[in-house]
């Protein structure tokens, strides 16, 4: 991750800057660039549009970092309401969901069963769920879940980040178990012994990772990125590929590219967060761009 991400998250992560940003009508307006909506219809209406141009969706009720059970189990019931939605309304979309909103950063156990009820009542309902990845303090639990969870219930994925240096063998450690496998490079701040730093690095090791991952017939592969250099090679290994894959893309980023993909005949699906805890994920893609990010900066220092 650059030096500016890492400012960018440094900052934003502050509370006086948080509650100076979430208050001002610019920073309610540059959320409502990456995030669908604060209610599940806001969202479906979304996602609705989105399904009209060809694409498949992920929907993602935003939440992280819960250390309760009464919010983990609100998270919980709001992903159930959101399957209803989906299967009622025949919309081509699953469920991305993040462990630690369920429970894990308190009680593995919890986000266990959790998971388990979800993946059950997607199964049901004929969908999947992809299991995002959060940072280094929960890959191993992360794995280990998706590890359970696909065994018994055989319809979900897991996202791997290309900068970490355990991936590799994570890859290897999961092809076996088919599901969907994510591939993005990773969105928190690591330690140069966990991951790899510079942009460019990062970008060779999803390189490598992309190559080997295509290769595997057994799983469906979900290349996430907006980097043109991995569309192309993607593009590329496409052409010696016969089992499917998708692209992955985040609602309101390149969104131009997004419509190019479908008009070339690729599976796109389009990941769509939404609900009222939109900051964290905000932060993130604030720190991608140094464009987003001097735009956040105007919305906190007009309020003060
Ligand atoms: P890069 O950041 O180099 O961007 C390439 C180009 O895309 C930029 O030059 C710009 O044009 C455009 N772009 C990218 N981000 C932008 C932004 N925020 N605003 C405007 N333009 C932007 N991470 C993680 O750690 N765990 C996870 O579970 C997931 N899940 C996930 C799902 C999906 C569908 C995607 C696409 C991404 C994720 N990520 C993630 C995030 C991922 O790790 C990464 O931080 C972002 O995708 C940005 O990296 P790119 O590969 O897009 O390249």
């Not at 510079?198 to 295509?214: D, I, Q, S, Y």
């Not at 309101?252 to 479908?262: D, K, N």
Request: charged share 20%.
């Amino acid at each position: 991750m650059s030096l500016f991400a890492k400012m960018v998250l440094a900052a934003t992560h502050n509370p006086v800057v948080r509650n100076a940003f979430v208050a001002t009508p610019p920073g309610k307006a540059l959320a409502g660039r990456f995030v669908a909506g604060e209610t599940l219809e806001e969202a479906i209406a979304v996602a609705r549009g989105l399904l009209d141009s060809g694409m498949a969706v992920s929907m993602d009720l935003l939440g992280e970092e819960v250390h309760d059970d009464a919010t983990a189990a609100a998270a919980q019931q709001g992903y159930l309401d959101c399957l209803d939605r989906i299967s009622q309304e025949g919309l081509d979309a699953n469920i991305s969901i993040k462990l630690t909103q369920l429970g894990l950063a308190f009680d593995e156990s919890l986000a266990s069963r959790h998971l388990d009820e979800l993946a059950s009542r997607a199964a049901d309902l004929g969908t999947t769920v992809t299991i995002d990845m959060e940072d280094s303090r929960f890959t191993d639990a992360t794995i280990r879940l998706y590890e359970k969870a696909q065994t018994d219930h055989g319809n979900l994925g897991v996202c791997l980040q290309a900068y970490l240096h355990r991936t590799p063998a994570d890859l290897k450690r999961i092809a076996s178990l088919g599901g969907h496998i994510r591939l993005c490079k990773g969105a928190y701040v690591e330690p140069e012994e966990l991951a790899v730093q510079g942009k460019g690095e990062v970008t060779a090791a999803f390189a490598r990772l992309l190559a080997a991952l295509m290769a595997v017939e057994g799983v469906r592969p979900a290349i996430a990125t907006h980097d043109q250099v991995l569309i192309d090679q993607t593009r590329l290994l496409a052409n010696n590929r016969k089992a499917p894959f998708e692209f992955q893309l985040l609602y309101g980023v390149r969104t131009p590219l997004q419509r190019e993909l479908i008009e070339a005949g690729f599976p796109v699906r389009i990941y769509v967060p939404y609900g009222s805890q939109w900051y964290a994920y905000l932060t993130r893609r604030l720190a991608e761009r140094p464009a987003n990010a001097l735009f956040f900066a105007r919305a906190v220092f007009s309020r003060s």
